[in-house]
């Protein structure tokens, strides 16, 4: 990483030099007018910080208050789970799940990855913590199959989407004409859904060739069918997210299906997030799937108090959206998050050097984290209250006394 590169935004920026447009259409896209993306990246200049003076931070631990995953973190971040990783480096998922093993923190994977699951728990080791799944319509056995493989592989955990009954408006990504490169597969389905034609995909095309590749594909009838990263297909047939979703049927099958510890991702309702527990789930993540699925919904920071009220304690509250800085780690912490978790940061580090990318916005993020955390007089992650982040309005109420 060239050396005046220092933030996350230098990366990003970097990293759009080169990315091919299609995969910068995909990767920014989201529903509609983008409302909630920009909000997801707004919410977080809206908390102030009242820092604590001389509390000698000379040595500060960052690692989470419990184990997640039953196990210890080097600090309270992940990987989400995002589709397709090929599309940004070569090495795709099995180089960021790498690069979260060297640093040891979480990685969830995507169904629709561009290796299988086995492949990239060989790569990651413990840090590849969780499949991600979306329910098929009318194809709960492939699901099934997936919940098995993550069993024998060693996953802990199955990530249950459940913000998808159906793709989201997303017009943009219609526009650009998104599809798949035809090298590419969905390596966990068989060929009929996306999977392997080929299994020497590692030694097929190099870095500087990939580009290239995806610029010059064009596949203008697979163009609709392959606009989601869950409704994809090379041959006709499609794997549909199932509409008819639902916490009694579901939870109960997924239960009765798996050992592994369930995760809801998607909630941003506190009612929802009863519903996860009353139905047996281990964890919640609150998300909006990175703005991609409903336009002008709230961003996932504005609705965590509430959850983590309701939720009380019961099981962990992750949160994921807009994660950019270590101070916006730090403020979702405060606002109750036990851990966060970041999707596109991995892209721009995928892009701009594969395993060796991801690793430096893993560091970088912890390097910020660790003097945000020592500026605010927090020796570790337990000393961050609620009372240290504030909003504008909180801190002017009662003649600016209010908060303290
Ligand atoms: N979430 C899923 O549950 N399943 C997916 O397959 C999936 N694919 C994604 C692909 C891309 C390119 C992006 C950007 C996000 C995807 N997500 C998916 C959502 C992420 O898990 C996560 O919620 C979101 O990216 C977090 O917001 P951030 O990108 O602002 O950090």
């Not at 090929?86 to 060297?102: I, Y």
């Not at 916490?247 to 996860?276: F, N």
Request: aromatic share 6%.
């Amino acid at each position: 990483i060239p050396r005046e590169i220092l933030s996350l935004k230098d990366l990003e920026a970097k990293c759009l030099e080169t990315m091919a447009p299609m995969v910068r259409d995909y990767l920014y896209d989201g529903a509609e007018e983008g409302h909630t993306i920009r909000e997801n990246l707004e919410v977080w200049d809206r908390w102030l910080v009242i820092p604590r003076m001389m509390r000698d931070t000379s040595n500060v631990n960052l690692t989470p208050r419990t184990h997640q995953f039953n196990q210890s973190w080097s600090l309270p971040l992940g990987i989400a789970p995002s589709a397709m990783q090929q599309l940004a480096h070569p090495f795709g998922e099995k180089a960021t799940a790498a690069a979260a093993r060297s640093m040891n923190i979480p990685f969830g994977l995507s169904t629709f990855s561009n290796y299988t699951i086995e492949e990239v728990k060989d790569a990651g080791g413990d840090s590849v913590v969780g499949l991600q799944m979306y329910l098929l319509e009318g194809r709960r056995d492939l699901n099934i199959e997936l919940v098995k493989r993550a069993e024998a592989a060693g996953y802990k955990a199955i990530v249950l989407t459940v913000d998808s009954p159906v793709p989201g408006n997303r017009p943009g990504l219609i526009k650009s004409n998104f599809v798949m490169p035809k090298h590419m597969r969905f390596r966990n389905f068989s060929e009929d859904f996306g999977g392997p034609l080929d299994q020497a995909q590692d030694t097929q095309f190099n870095d500087d060739s990939v580009t290239a590749k995806i610029a010059n594909s064009s596949n203008p009838d697979s163009a609709a069918a392959c606009r989601q990263e869950q409704t994809t297909t090379s041959r006709g047939n499609q794997l549909i997210v199932d509409p008819s979703i639902n916490w009694e049927r579901d939870m109960t099958w997924l239960r009765e299906h798996t050992s592994l510890e369930i995760w809801v991702k998607g909630v941003l309702h506190p009612l929802d997030a009863e519903e996860a527990i009353a139905h047996g789930a281990n964890g919640i993540m609150v998300s909006n799937h990175g703005g991609r699925q409903l336009d002008t919904c709230v961003s996932a920071l504005d609705v965590l108090p509430a959850i983590v009220k309701q939720v009380n304690g019961r099981v962990p509250v992750h949160l994921d959206g807009g994660i950019r800085r270590g101070g916006d780690i730090f403020k979702a912490l405060a606002l109750g998050a036990d851990f966060v978790w970041i999707g596109r940061p991995v892209w721009w580090g995928l892009e701009v050097a594969g395993e060796e990318g991801v690793r430096w916005v893993i560091q970088t993020l912890k390097r910020e984290f660790e003097v945000v955390m020592k500026l605010m007089g927090c020796r570790h992650v337990g000393e961050i209250k609620r009372e240290m982040v504030v909003t504008k309005n909180g801190l002017l109420s009662m003649g600016g006394t209010g908060v303290f």
